[in-house]
């Protein structure tokens, strides 16, 4: 079991163009729900580099400390992943099939982060070639929320920016949100042109503060229209 400090390495790999690793993973973030056809999903990984690669597929637990950092602790039990390891050759794909297994009574979204870990694939990397062996740890996000359960954000505006809460027991995705904004004339604007540096999912009972455009000063009131 790798150390789960490396929490912010994780963080960061995510955040990684998908051509700066040695292979590519997608999709980055899953929505489940704790039963059903939508308790389940899977991912596609490519191999662009020209040796094969190991993976292991590894499920994290998502907590948060008090200082809002995250508290990862491993949860393989709460979820089956096929193949849970493999070989994937030059150039070739494989795909990860994967289904929540925990708790069906869960009363709000929990996050879990679901790694695929690159295994080592030589005892002494390096030795002969005066190389390193660099390994890439590829970090993904699943949501598995309630049953039915009806996510919402209440967005305002708050000196100049764009303040949203989530209220809901479940979470809530912006990706294909759009704000119509009103006060001294109104304009309307997609979550996608906001181009905001964090990925557009908001968890329950939380809020995040969105820098507008200059020109977006004028305005006092804002909907969500989608």
Same mark, same amino acid.
């Given at each position: 079991?790798?150390?789960?400090?490396?929490?912010?390495?994780?963080?960061?790999?995510?955040?990684?163009?998908?051509?700066?690793?040695?292979?590519? $993973?997608?999709?980055?973030?899953?929505?489940?729900?704790?039963? =059903?056809?939508?308790?389940? =999903?899977?991912?596609?990984?490519?191999? +662009?580099?020209?040796?094969?690669?190991?993976?292991?597929?590894?499920?994290? %637990?998502? =907590?948060? #400390?008090?200082?809002? +950092?995250? #508290?990862?602790?491993?949860?393989?039990?709460?979820?089956?992943?096929?193949?849970?390891?493999?070989?994937?050759?030059?150039?070739?794909?494989?795909?990860? %099939?994967?289904?929540?297994?925990?708790? $069906?009574?869960?009363?709000?979204?929990? +996050?879990?982060? @679901?790694?695929?870990?690159?295994?080592?694939? &030589?005892?002494?990397?390096?030795?002969?070639?005066?190389?390193?062996?660099?390994?890439?740890?590829? &970090?993904?996000?699943?949501? $598995?929320?309630?049953?039915?359960?009806?996510?919402?954000? @209440?967005?305002?505006?708050?000196? =100049?920016?764009?303040?949203? &809460?989530?209220?809901?027991?479940?979470?809530? *995705?912006?990706?294909?949100?759009?704000?119509?904004?009103?006060?001294?004339?109104? &304009?309307?604007?997609?979550?996608?042109?906001?181009?905001?540096?964090?990925?557009?999912?908001?968890?329950?009972?939380? +809020?995040?503060?969105?820098?507008?455009?200059?020109?977006? *000063?004028?305005?006092?009131?804002?909907?969500?229209?989608?």
């Amino acid at each position: 079991m790798k150390d789960l400090s490396t929490s912010i390495l994780l963080v960061f790999l995510l955040g990684l163009p998908f051509n700066t690793a040695a292979y590519q $993973v997608s999709p980055m973030f899953q929505l489940f729900e704790v039963a =059903g056809t939508k308790s389940q =999903g899977s991912y596609e990984v490519d191999n +662009t580099d020209a040796s094969d690669v190991i993976l292991e597929a590894v499920v994290y %637990r998502v =907590g948060f #400390n008090k200082d809002g +950092t995250e #508290n990862l602790i491993r949860s393989d039990e709460e979820f089956l992943v096929l193949p849970p390891q493999s070989k994937i050759k030059a150039g070739e794909s494989q795909r990860f %099939r994967v289904r929540y297994l925990g708790n $069906v009574m869960l009363p709000q979204t929990q +996050t879990f982060r @679901l790694v695929f870990e690159q295994i080592q694939t &030589s005892d002494n990397p390096g030795e002969d070639s005066g190389t390193v062996e660099i390994l890439v740890d590829f &970090s993904t996000v699943i949501f $598995v929320s309630p049953l039915k359960c009806d996510a919402k954000v @209440l967005p305002k505006m708050v000196s =100049g920016q764009l303040e949203l &809460s989530n209220p809901s027991n479940c979470v809530y *995705d912006l990706n294909q949100s759009r704000f119509e904004f009103s006060g001294s004339g109104s &304009s309307t604007i997609s979550w996608m042109e906001l181009q905001v540096p964090t990925a557009g999912y908001l968890l329950p009972k939380s +809020t995040q503060k969105v820098q507008l455009p200059e020109d977006y *000063d004028k305005y006092s009131e804002v909907i969500i229209v989608n």
